[in-house]
């Protein structure tokens, strides 16, 4: 019932302005590292039931609903299958970002250390949430979106309190899958104008 802020602070419009202008500096380092970036290293086949498991959980995200068919079929074959054993940290709170990830099977804990406070018995902090993944519930929520965009510090760390099994996707991965799909468009609207093509 609080009223909606309508205006940031001073502390976090500078915060946003410093970040604004380390990613402007990180620019040129990110395009020729994600150039370096081999994407059918990363390709394995996935089953009808998997692909369907997947698009399921990216659906409600903001970042593939306006991809193609073609380049929903390429972030499948570049999501990385992990598997990943009861107490393992998948993200940790203060560590940059590469990576979105869905839950496919398996509960993790989303802990938050308050600011001004440290992890002294390194539990991680307090929990704030739970990511439970089933089949046989059809649940695959995901965490890490932010990490598609730009390489920004995790607000939370997730651990594992179960074994479990998640599929990642690298921010690379999915730049250049949009890159390429532009390219294809691109080139296909140039040979449509050549005469030898336009049948």
Request: aromatic share 8%.
């Amino acid at each position: 019932l609080r009223p909606v802020r309508t205006h940031l602070s001073r502390e976090k419009s500078k915060a946003i302005q410093q970040m604004k202008i380390k990613m402007a500096a990180d620019s040129d380092l990110d395009v020729s590292s994600m150039e370096d970036f081999d994407l059918s290293k990363l390709y394995t086949k996935k089953t009808e039931e998997e692909k369907s498991r997947i698009a399921e959980a990216i659906r409600a995200s903001v970042m593939f609903q306006n991809i193609t068919d073609e380049q929903r079929e390429m972030i499948f074959g570049v999501m990385e299958p992990i598997t990943v054993k009861k107490g393992t940290w998948v993200i940790k709170q203060g560590s940059v970002g590469d990576r979105f990830y869905i839950v496919d099977t398996g509960r993790f804990e989303v802990r938050i250390i308050p600011d001004g406070e440290e992890d002294n018995d390194g539990s991680g902090g307090n929990v704030v949430h739970v990511y439970e993944g089933s089949h046989e519930k059809h649940a695959h929520p995901s965490f890490g979106e932010l990490a598609l965009m730009y390489s920004a510090p995790r607000a939370a760390s997730i651990i594992s309190q179960t074994d479990g099994h998640l599929w990642a996707l690298h921010r690379y991965a999915f730049r250049q899958v949009l890159a390429q799909q532009t390219y294809r468009t691109e080139l296909m609207s140039r040979l449509r104008h050549l005469e030898l093509f336009q049948n």
